[in-house]
């Protein structure tokens, strides 16, 4: 069963008789329930009635209405209203655009407009690369969906992943100053997402591809790359590669193993299977097997997708043949970005002493986080209710802070090598320990360090490949 969480946070408006142990009484039904309270706030007092708001986490729409109904069944409480508190933070979305320059006289007009804006229009036209400067792109990311593979959704089309993007741009914003603004594209045709991402290229200084599914998002990814001046960044292949290896760097500190030495089960040979097993070898992991849904990828098989074909040309150098259950038999490090409950506690007890286990198949990981500590000797997954949340939100925000403040064109494995190492150092080695392999994702550091990680290769001599 799974647990309250603030995602399914509701507040319940009672009105409830005075009384000694009226508030006792209603945070007893709640908790009696099962449901978290979060807050206890009286809206209103009258010489007949109490009216207060119940604030709790619960575990889906069913428990909200078994925590309203135990509430009613209370004497003389009456349930007035409930509201799903993370609907109404959605309400007319979570983005606005804001002025940055003041528009109070005549003068502010004519040079925020016509007739002063003519001369910096012709600057732009007469040095396209004065567009950088001089316009929003200098600081602004195009987050670009299809809404072909929104993260434990599916394909569920562009309107409805729409809250997805807006909350990716607000982290944007937050996290690092990044202006980012959501294009939901009506179509899932790979080239026309690639016309339509190259015909609005010009009003962005980045663009960051969001849940387009695989095969497609690599076809899209790179010829984009190809094509266009800014540099495009998929994500869901690139940011959950970078912060894998910052989480994996810290847990073989705590381990005490080397990155040249451990072998690596991958579970999963989609967009971000492919792009952490690339990121693990430029960063010195050569002893990987990869295992798709019939097993491991043997070297030399034949291959139709390209990027499979590139796993089987460079991993599983020993030449491995079994399941996903076999491989992991002594195995040091497991990374499943695949489906759930592919492994049990047995299969974690196999692999080798100080094993790092990263279950990052979300909403349910590819082992019970519970069985698989009683074995690992480090365990991190995708979801914000464990420790060792592996989330792009520590890569992403910094990652594009720092290409726009390079005025970068492209993207290394330099870059993203950095971006990982930089996260990693965000724990002090005081701080880290089995449960802390990577910061919090308020650290205010995270963001910085990532973005100066950025830069700092951007602008190094370029002896390294392209991501």
């Not at 619960?58 to 799903?84: C, F, I, K, Y």
């Not at 508190?85 to 983005?95: A, I, M, Q, V, Y």
């Not at 925000?397 to 993203?416: H, N, Q, V, Y």
Request: net charge negative.
């Amino acid at each position: 069963m799974a647990a309250p969480s603030p995602g399914n946070s509701i507040t319940l408006r009672v009105a409830a008789p005075v009384g000694q142990t009226a508030a006792s009484d209603l945070v007893s039904v709640v908790a009696g329930t099962g449901a978290v309270l979060t807050s206890l706030d009286v809206a209103e007092s009258t010489p007949e009635a109490l009216i207060v708001d119940v604030s709790c986490d619960t575990r889906d729409a069913a428990h909200g209405e078994e925590v309203e109904a135990a509430l009613e069944a209370l004497d003389g409480v009456e349930v007035r209203t409930v509201s799903d508190r993370t609907f109404l933070l959605h309400l007319g979305g979570k983005l606005e655009s804001a002025p940055k320059v003041p528009l109070r006289t005549r003068d502010d007009l004519s040079g925020a407009y016509t007739p002063g804006v003519a001369r910096v229009c012709r600057a732009i036209a007469a040095d396209p690369r004065e567009a950088r400067r001089l316009t929003i792109r200098r600081n602004t990311v195009a987050v670009v969906t299809d809404g072909s593979a929104v993260l434990g959704l599916g394909n569920i089309g562009p309107e409805a992943a729409m809250p997805v993007m807006e909350g990716k741009a607000v982290l944007f914003k937050q996290f690092a100053g990044v202006d980012a603004w959501p294009v939901a594209l009506d179509t899932q045709d790979t080239e026309e997402i690639i016309s339509i991402c190259r015909a609005i290229a010009p009003a962005y200084g980045g663009i960051n591809l969001e849940d387009i599914s695989a095969p497609r998002c690599f076809e899209i990814e790179a010829r984009l790359r190809e094509e266009l001046d800014v540099p495009v960044f998929h994500d869901d292949q690139h940011g959950t590669a970078v912060v894998t290896l910052a989480a994996l760097r810290n847990a073989l500190r705590v381990v005490d193993k080397r990155m040249e030495e451990v072998r690596t089960v991958v579970s999963g040979v989609g967009a971000a299977g492919h792009a952490i097993i690339r990121l693990l070898m430029a960063a010195g992991a050569p002893h990987i097997v990869a295992c798709g849904r019939s097993g491991a990828i043997e070297p030399g098989s034949d291959q139709s997708d390209p990027h499979k074909a590139w796993i089987a040309e460079h991993t599983n150098t020993e030449g491995f043949s079994g399941t996903l259950k076999e491989a992991v038999v002594g195995a040091d490090v497991f990374i499943g970005v695949s489906a759930p409950d592919l492994l049990g506690a047995e299969d974690i007890a196999a692999m080798a002493e100080g094993a790092a286990v990263f279950a990052m198949s979300n909403p349910d990981p590819e082992v019970d986080p519970a069985e698989a500590g009683k074995h690992a000797a480090v365990v991190a997954t995708g979801r914000s209710d464990h420790p060792n949340q592996i989330n792009n939100v520590l890569a992403f925000p910094g990652f594009f802070r720092g290409l726009l403040d390079a005025e970068a064109s492209d993207i290394t494995d330099a870059m993203l090598v950095g971006a990982a190492e930089a996260i990693a150092a965000c724990v002090p080695s005081e701080e880290l320990n089995p449960r802390c392999i990577v910061p919090s994702v308020f650290d205010p550091e995270v963001a910085e360090k990532v973005a100066l990680a950025v830069v700092e290769a951007a602008r190094a001599p370029q002896d390294g490949g392209r991501s």
